[in-house]
Every structure is written in C-alpha cells, then in structure tokens.
C-alpha cells in the first residue's frame, strides 16, 4: 500500500507540475462548484424538454438526491479515511503548485464523485432522445482534473471518487427505472 500511495504522490507532482502560470484562472475558474450551475440548468431543462413531465420530474428529484448522497457519502470516507490533502502534506511543502486550500480532508473527491454522477445519470436518462449526450463527460474530466491543478487532490481521490459517482449513477437510474 506505501508503494501505491507513493506511486500516488509521484504522479501527483508530475501532474501538478505541468500547470503553467497561464492557465492558472483557467482552473481556477474550472474548479468552482457555482461557475457550472449553468451547466445543471441545462440538465434539468433537458429533461424537461425531451421527457414526460412525470419522468421530468422524477429525474429532476433523482438528480437531486444523487447529489445529496453522493456528498454525504463522499464526507464519511473523507473523515473516516483522514487523509491530509497534498496542499497541506508536510512532506510536500513547496514542491507543489498550490491555487486553492481547503481544510477537510481528501481521499476520496467529492467534486470527482457528484461531477461523475450527475453526469452518467443525465447520459443514462437522456441517451435514447439526445445522441451527443456523452459529449457532457468532458466536464467531470475537466472538474476532476482541476483538482490536481489547484493542488487540493491525488489521482487516486479522483479515480475512486469518479468510480464512486459512477456506480451511484448506474444504481439510481436502476431504482428509478423501477419506480417508472
């Protein structure tokens, strides 16, 4: 296990690394939750566009409580697992590109867990009216990898935080496929 979280941190600061001053608003900009409300909106009137009002509305309230429990999911692991984020980790003290700190703990990310989620869970309500759909996983990719940027997460966080949304998606849309 030391050598993975090794691994981990090697490819951390190679990543980090190759952030370059200009591009610094671009993440920054990126990794802010309400700069892709928009991005939600667009969703929901999706959904409301291409479905029945019932299914609209189940969806709408589905998309919502995924958000909710992947949160409150990602918060347990978090301070159960107690890992310290690479902004704060002593061991790593100016060998990383820090733009933003937070002060809860890492491992697993919460804006890779909700970014997949609400992602793979519109793919999978949307995909049979809309064929560009999966166009909409840039986003959780470009979120994600934003965090390493920033210098608040490891790949790791972000792989099982994605792997997490991702199979919270494919059990809602399963659970709602049922209700309907």
């Known amino acids: 296990m030391d050598q993975i979280l090794d691994w981990d941190k090697e490819l951390f600061l190679y990543l980090n690394g190759l952030s370059h001053l200009q591009w610094d608003y671009f993440w920054l900009l990126v990794t802010r ?27 709408t309230v589905s998309t919502l409580i995924l958000m909710g429990l992947t949160l409150g999911i990602t918060t347990l692991v978090k301070n159960v697992v107690t890992r310290i984020r690479p902004s704060n980790e002593p061991d790593l003290n100016g060998l990383v590109r820090v733009l933003q700190t937070n002060v809860d703990f890492s491992f697993f990310s919460g804006h890779s867990a909700v970014s997949f989620a609400v992602s793979v869970f519109v793919i999978l309500i949307l995909k049979q009216h809309i064929k560009w759909i999966w166009i909409i996983l840039i986003w959780p990719f470009l979120f ?6 920033v210098g608040v997460h490891y790949p790791s966080d972000l792989f099982v935080g994605a792997i997490v949304g991702i199979l919270l998606a494919v059990i809602s849309r399963k659970l709602l496929r049922s209700i309907i």
Do not use: G, T, V
């Open 33 to 59: 939750i309400e700069n892709w409300i928009p991005l939600y909106i667009l969703f929901f009137f999706l959904y409301w566009k291409k479905l029945s009002r019932k299914k609209a509305l189940l969806a």
């Open 144 to 149: 994600a990898m934003s965090r390493i940027f």
